[in-house]
Every structure is written in C-alpha cells, then in structure tokens.
C-alpha cells in the first residue's frame, strides 16, 4: 500500500517504537541527546496521530515530564546532596543527627548538583513522553484486538488503564467548551467543582457503556478444554517462566556454566509462548477484519530498534559522551552514531500512512448506509415533514 493512501498503522508497531525510543534514552542524561529524542517523538505524534480523543492526550505526558523535572529541582534544593563549585544561591543548612548522616537539607544551591538533578529528572520526562506517543498513536483497542487469545483478559485490563488519562482529557476539554458556550468564566479554586462534577459524572458513564459493551461481545468466555489441555498450558507457562529466570541469571553470573545463559533463556522463552499459544485455544473470540502489517509496521519497529542500538553502540566505545559532565562542568558532547539513531526513529512522520481522517470515516460511514446506485447523502437534522415518518420507521 503506498503511503498517500490514508491507513492506520498497527498499534503492536507504534509501541515497539516507543519502547525502542524509551530504551535509547534510558541510559542517556545528556541534554542535547534527551531534547532530540523529544523532538523526535513530538515530530512523529503531531505528523501520525489520529482525530480520536486519545491521540490528545500527549500533551498531558508533556505537562507531566514538566512537572517531573519540576519536581526533581525542588527535591534536589530541600534534601539534594549539593557539590560543585559554583555557588548560586547560599542556603543555610539544617544539621541533623548523626543517624541521619547523608542528608541534607537546604545548604548552598550549587550549579553542578542542580544541573545533575535536572538532567535526571529530565530523562524520565523525556522517557514518559516516548510511552505518551505511543498512547496517542496507536489504539487501545485495535492493539486488545491484535493480543495473543490467553492474554484477552489482561490486556483488557491494561487497555482500560491506559485509556484513562486520553478519555479525562477528552471530558475535560467538553466541559470547559461547554462552560464557555454558557458564558461561565470562572477560574481557579472556585471552578473545580463545576468541572470535576460533570468530568465524574461523564466517567462513570464510560464505565458503564465499557462494561455493557464488554459484556456483550463475549468478553470472558471460555471454551471447554479437557484437564490434559490445561495440564499441558500450565506446565509449558511455569516451565519457561522457570527456565527465562534461569537464563537470566545465567547471562548476569560469569561464572555460571554457557548453558545456563543464552540457551535456558531462548528455552525459556520458547515453552512461554507455547504456553500462550495453547492457552489461546481457551478463549473463545473471532477478530473481524485483523489489522494488516506491512512494511510501514516494519519501517516503524525498525526505527526505533535503531535508536537504542545507536545508543547503545555508542554506550560500548564512549560511555562519557551520553552523560552530561559535571565535574568538571563542560559543554556535553554530541555523538554523531547516536544522535543518527535517534534521527532514524523520526522517519514514520515522512514514510508511513497518513491516519484517516475524521471526515474521511464519517463519509465511508455513509457510503456503507447509502442505497446500491445513490450517491451518499450528508447527514443532517430532519425537517419538519420528516419527523412524523422518522418516528414511524424508528417505531
């Protein structure tokens, strides 16, 4: 499928290059590597995402990095163990009893210890906005149709956590147009029950409709399997989880024989996916119409595993260049392997599938009700003569 045609893109695909773009940043505190991986997924959410209420909800990952880094400075000005050498604000300091030996409390706000807090919280900010692209790019419910069958019922779970924060966002921003359409301008403390009240009551109404709708497509059921099906399952799961710890600890301990390594771990790995392709068998579901993967899926994944391989190549032959130098303090580095890298992973913006939009569904909506040989017709509010025969065939 060429990429001028409008096509969604797995969501299996988005969130492994999220975590790829997660993985690359998570050993980095270099500043100008963190602003580039931000970059990179701000570019590729505001080129790729959709018209949906989730695909808004990435800026509320920014507002939260923000606060995150916010949080880290403060943190680090009350009880932030201060070095350097160049002072910023002197502080007097709290002394504390010998238990407590290591902690300090206020002091000297030096540059050195403020930029180490800062940069730390920064990597975790830039690395909650690599999991907040993939919640705004991928669907949580396209990615529940696309899970293994034996993990139906956890995905469920997690997709409804996941969407929690997309479908706030989205009562929020209702409440507020709709505050302003009733010319209601209040702010601050005095405004927080007229919009968390609505906002609650509209959240458990989704919850309602979410358990309705769940409860009327099957979710839950089981087919019957016999006790050497279940057997089988139980001994093929526990098996590779034994055996994938095993192989862990093998690859960690030097000393451990070789085939305790990488062999128990690929055994491992191989009975648990046995597992849950047997226990698939139990969950009684179909998939209408399954999300293709094409090369724009593998082009996706790609870039982001080229991104933590860029920088972890770059981890292997200069370590000192992803962290940001304190002491003594200097201008970091730029390494051109993982600033490529990073770089790679912004090529879904330019060559997967545009999203479709909202009025392109809306017009293959009605396409779909159209009778065979009519040209569609836009939907609108019925006049007057319509009213008596809408309510009779509705009837």
Not at 60 to 71: E, H, K, N, Q
Not at 181 to 205: C, H, Q, W, Y
Not at 219 to 235: D, K, P
């Amino acid at each position: 499928m060429s990429p001028a045609l409008p096509r969604a893109v797995h969501p299996v695909a988005w969130w492994g290059w999220a975590i790829g773009l997660a993985v690359a940043v998570s050993a980095v505190t270099n500043p100008l590597l963190l602003l580039t991986a931000l970059g990179v997924a701000a570019l590729v959410v505001t080129s790729r995402r959709g018209s949906s209420p989730w695909a808004k909800s990435f800026r509320l990952y920014l507002w939260l990095g923000a606060f995150i880094v916010a949080v880290r400075a403060l943190l680090h000005v009350l009880v932030g163990l201060k070095f350097g050498e160049t002072v910023l604000l002197p502080l007097p300091e709290v002394t504390l009893p010998s238990w407590a030996a290591g902690i300090n409390i206020l002091g000297d706000l030096r540059l050195e210890g403020l930029l180490g807090a800062v940069t730390d919280g920064l990597r975790l900010a830039v690395m909650i906005a690599c999991i907040g692209a993939a919640n705004a790019l991928a669907n949580p419910k396209r990615l529940l149709r696309s899970l293994p069958g034996a993990l139906s019922e956890i995905g469920s779970a997690v997709v409804v956590t996941i969407t929690v924060a997309p479908q706030l966002a989205d009562s929020v921003q209702r409440v507020m147009r709709a505050r302003a359409l009733r010319g209601d301008t209040s702010r601050g403390i005095r405004a927080l029950p007229r919009i968390a009240l609505p906002v609650l009551e509209d959240t458990l109404d989704r919850s309602l409709l979410l358990a309705s709708a769940m409860d009327s497509r099957g979710y839950g059921r089981r087919r019957e399997v016999t006790g050497s099906q279940r057997l089988l399952t139980a001994i093929c799961t526990f098996g590779g989880l034994v055996a994938s710890a095993v192989g862990i600890y093998g690859i960690l301990d030097a000393t451990t024989p070789g085939w305790l390594g990488i062999p128990a771990l690929a055994l491992g790995i191989a009975l648990s996916l046995t597992g849950i392709w047997l226990g698939g068998h139990a969950n009684a579901r179909s998939t209408y119409r399954p999300d293709p993967w094409r090369w724009p899926e593998w082009l996706t994944v790609g870039s982001g595993l080229a991104a933590a391989v860029g920088v972890h190549l770059v981890a292997r032959t200069d370590a000192a260049s992803l962290g940001m130098p304190l002491s003594p303090l200097a201008v970091p580095a730029l390494p051109l392997l993982a600033v490529a890298g990073l770089l790679v992973a912004a090529l879904p913006a330019f060559l997967t599938p545009p999203p479709p939009s909202a009025s392109a569904t809306r017009s293959s909506h009605l396409r779909l009700r159209a009778p065979l040989g009519q040209a569609p017709r836009a939907e609108g509010p019925p006049s007057l003569s319509q009213w008596g025969t809408k309510s009779k065939r509705e009837t």
